[in-house]
Every structure is written in structure tokens, then in C-alpha cells.
């Protein structure tokens, strides 16, 4: 009796096992199923059409339908009027890489200090449609942004507004800007190129700062090149001013720069500009003139589609450039980060919404991943009960 007794535990225990080697075998082939599933929930786009000014997060929440606030990627605001709490409701949704704003407009006109700073994940923006003034440090530290979209009606851009924003290669500024802040274009170093407004006299300290312009243009109304103006702008050689008095000029405008002045036959006072980073040529001809950037009509807004294009061209541009820059000289490490980064933007865009975002799961996910835990937790007790009998 005894003997059939131990022969029933030891088939129990052999059924046991067996079933929990199943739940375990299954885990692992549903696990990803789950993963997958999860995936494919990502890459959700909200619209909101009107929304009370300060009430911008209800809105949304309202227009997410119940989307976790993780995986939306493209974001509309059609209607209404931004305030800064407005601004900070955008900045709750961390995978956001479009965001359309065009249809709206921002309260007296000014977008905020530190509106959208540092968002991780953007790669397009169009600013509200009555954008006056862009406040200090409103868009610096997107790393990621390759395309920004600017209204006709900006007039003030805020000390470092766009700092750091190293992947953008154009920003098309209105003619009629007056006023560019500090450092506001500082470490853009895709930045090839800028029409500079007739208003702005004074190019302020650090505003171009690492850079990659290859030559400059100013009018005769530049009266100052701040400090660190263009240092370390090292694809920088040549600089065309065509005025007649020249202009004031630090020390470190122009630092780690060699850069030639060139400027009218006549010209005076461009002789003590003169330094270890600068020399002059005077050899502009009496024809040459400078020719002020157009005022241009306020870019309609892109339909996420069409933003979802363009940057994906954008990052392949981006990344093509790079692989051909590492081939013909070696890079920095910060280089090499800004390449991964245009790679990561690229995969990001194209394969959208095969990828969800870090630390995702679906609650069957979990569910799952606890049961294969508790099956091996008993199979091991098993195996330890049984060994020690």
C-alpha cells in the first residue's frame, strides 16, 4: 500500500513538472506574440479642434480616447489659444515627434520661456500662426528636431531660443525679425546657411556658435559681431560685408575661426580688425551688393503625412552626409553621437509604429512574464524536494 502511495506522489510530481514545463515552453513563444501586439499600438495621432486657453491637457486627454499617453507620436492643435500651461500639457507626452500648432494661436503672441525645451523624441514643429515673440530657450536642446516651421508674423527671437537644435539645417526666418537673442542659434551644427533681417544691426554674442556656414553675407546696417559671435565655426573661411565703415568686432567673434573679411577697396577701419582668426581682403568689386533675405508668406501647415516625409528624407540626407564626411576624415566622439542620433531619428520615422517605446508592455505582457516566474519557482522546489527525498 505503502509502495502505491509513493508511486502516486511520484506521478504527481512528474504531472506537475510536465505542466509547469508547458506553461514555461508557451511563455516563452507568447511573450513576444505580446510584445508585438503591444507594439502596433504605438503611433497614435491626436487632434484637438478647440480647447478653452489653460484647459489644453483636458482637451487632449479628451481626444486620446483612452490612448496611453506613450504612444502618441503626432499631435494637432487646430483651434484655440496657448498659454504656457498650454506649452507644458504638449510636454507631457514623451514619444511626441510631430507636433502641428500652425491651426492655433499663442496668447499676445509670444510663445513662452522654455516652452518646448529638450523634448527628446521631436523631429517637426510648426509654431502658432500669431507668433510675435519667441522666448528665451523656448525650443533649445532638441537634438532631434530636423524641420521647424515659422510664421510670417515673428518679429523677436529670445536669447538661446533655439540652442542645441544640432540636426535643423535651415531655419527660415522672416525678413522682418528685429531682434535675435543671445546665443539663439548656438551648437546648430547642421546649420549651413542664414539670411540675416535688414532690422538686426547687432549680431549678438554666441548667437551662431559652432556652426557649419561656410561663408556669411552682411549688409552695411551690422554695427556689432558680438563675443564668440561665430567661434568655433570651423567650416568657416570667408565673410562678405558690404558696408563701407566696418563693423565692431571682439577678440573671440571669430576664435578658433580663420576667416577672411572681404570688404570695398575704400574701406575704412577694417585694418584693426585684424587678429589671429581674422584677415582682411579688400576685394569686393564696386558692383557687388547685398542682396536682403525676402519676406516670405507664412508656410501653410503639413498634414503629418507629409512632416512624416520630409523628415524621413531628412534623416536619410543627414545620415548619408555623415557616412561620407567618416569616410574622407576622422570624426569627433561628438560627431560620431550626433551621426547615432540621426540614425536612431531615421529608424524612429520609417519603421513608426513597428518599434514601441522603451519599458512598454501590455498587461497580458506582465501577466505572462509572472506566470512563467511562478512556474519556475515551483519547478525548481520541485527539483530540490525531489533530490532531497
Known amino acids: 500500500m505503502r509502495k502505491m502511495s509513493e508511486q502516486k506522489k511520484k506521478n504527481i510530481m512528474r504531472i506537475i513538472m510536465l505542466v509547469m514545463a508547458v506553461v514555461m515552453l508557451l511563455s516563452f513563444v507568447i511573450l513576444p506574440l505580446t510584445i508585438e501586439v503591444s507594439a502596433e499600438e504605438t503611433g497614435v495621432s491626436v487632434t484637438v479642434t478647440e480647447f478653452e486657453t489653460g484647459k489644453l491637457s483636458e482637451a487632449i486627454e479628451k481626444a486620446k480616447d483612452g490612448a496611453d499617453l506613450n504612444t502618441i507620436t503626432k499631435l494637432a492643435v487646430s483651434g484655440g489659444v496657448m498659454n504656457a500651461s498650454d506649452y507644458s500639457a504638449v510636454c507631457g507626452y514623451p514619444n511626441v515627434e510631430f507636433i502641428e500648432l500652425a491651426g492655433c494661436d499663442t496668447e499676445n503672441g509670444v510663445i513662452p520661456e522654455n516652452a518646448m525645451q529638450s523634448r527628446n523624441q521631436l523631429t517637426y514643429i510648426s509654431l502658432p500662426a500669431n507668433t510675435e515673440t519667441i522666448g528665451a530657450r523656448a525650443f533649445s536642446g532638441n537634438r532631434k528636431l530636423l524641420k521647424i516651421s515659422i510664421p510670417s508674423t515673428l518679429r523677436v527671437i529670445g536669447d538661446y531660443a533655439f540652442e542645441g537644435c544640432e540636426n535643423v539645417e535651415e531655419f527660415a526666418i522672416p525678413a522682418e525679425v528685429t531682434s535675435i537673442g543671445t546665443g539663439a542659434f548656438s551648437d546648430c551644427k547642421a546649420l549651413k546657411a542664414f539670411s540675416l533681417p535688414e532690422a538686426v544691426t547687432v549680431i549678438p554674442d554666441y548667437c551662431f556658435n559652432k556652426c557649419s556656414f561656410t561663408e556669411m553675407h552682411f549688409g552695411p546696417q551690422v554695427e556689432k559681431i558680438g563675443e564668440g559671435a561665430f567661434s568655433d565655426c570651423y567650416s568657416l573661411t570667408d565673410v562678405y560685408y558690404y558696408g563701407e565703415k566696418a563693423p565692431a568686432l571682439s577678440d573671440s567673434s571669430f576664435q578658433n575661426v580663420k576667416v ?130
Open 260 to 389: 577672411t573679411i572681404h570688404t570695398y577697396e575704400n574701406g575704412e577701419g577694417f585694418d584693426g580688425l585684424a587678429n589671429n582668426f581674422v584677415s582682411i581682403g579688400y576685394d569686393l568689386s564696386e558692383d557687388s551688393e547685398y542682396i536682403p533675405p525676402k519676406s516670405v508668406e507664412t508656410q501653410p501647415a503639413q498634414t503629418s503625412s507629409e512632416t512624416e516625409s520630409e523628415t524621413a528624407e531628412a534623416v536619410s540626407e543627414t545620415e548619408t552626409a555623415s557616412e561620407t564626411e567618416a569616410a574622407e576624415t576622422e570624426t569627433s566622439s561628438e560627431e560620431t553621437a550626433i551621426s547615432e542620433e540621426a540614425a536612431e531619428t531615421e529608424a524612429v520615422t520609417e519603421a513608426a509604429p513597428a518599434a514601441a517605446p522603451a519599458g512598454s508592455f501590455s498587461g497580458l505582457s506582465v501577466l505572462i512574464i509572472a506566470l512563467l516566474c511562478a512556474a519556475l519557482a515551483v519547478t525548481v522546489t520541485l527539483l530540490v524536494v525531489k533530490k532531497k527525498k
